[in-house]
């Protein structure tokens, strides 16, 4: 994946999640390898492995978001080479959730792993959690 490639392709990423968050979880299907390994490591702090099982978790989860939720990364650091790809940072979101009034604003530490599998970049690896504040001696 060149530099250039992955910009298009980050670009549709970003749009992925902002639709995931809003109910859709069509683009970020486009985005799952539908062969060989991925792991998913979850903000409730749940794992999940196997594209079936990811696919199938992530239309799960998408059920709870009601349109107009809005996403954005704050990219810390990326690097791309030719089969390999990743980014790590934060998710500032601010998401509708099914019987709630008003957006729940999150931001949380993310890093997506993604592998060229049969030409297209595919997401294999995230990892979510919610920071932690430091304690006194930490």
Do not use: N
Not at 17 to 45: F, N, T, Y
Not at 105 to 130: P, Q, S, Y
């Amino acid at each position: 994946m060149s530099h250039s490639d992955f910009g298009s392709f980050f670009a549709f990423r970003i749009r992925a999640v902002e639709a995931h968050v809003s109910g859709d979880p069509a683009p970020l299907d486009r985005l799952m390898p539908k062969v060989g390994d991925a792991s998913l490591h979850i903000l409730r702090g749940d794992s999940v492995f196997g594209v079936a099982e990811i696919g199938a978790r992530y239309i799960s989860d998408v059920a709870v978001f009601e349109a107009g939720g809005k996403s954005r990364f704050e990219v810390l650091q990326q690097s791309v080479d030719d089969e390999l790809a990743f980014w790590t940072g934060y998710q500032i979101a601010a998401v509708r959730l099914s019987g709630r009034g008003h957006p729940i604003e999150r931001r949380i530490r993310v890093t997506d792993v993604f592998r060229r599998v049969d030409g297209a970049g595919k997401l294999v690896h995230r990892h979510a959690d919610v920071p932690q504040a430091l304690g006194v001696g930490s």
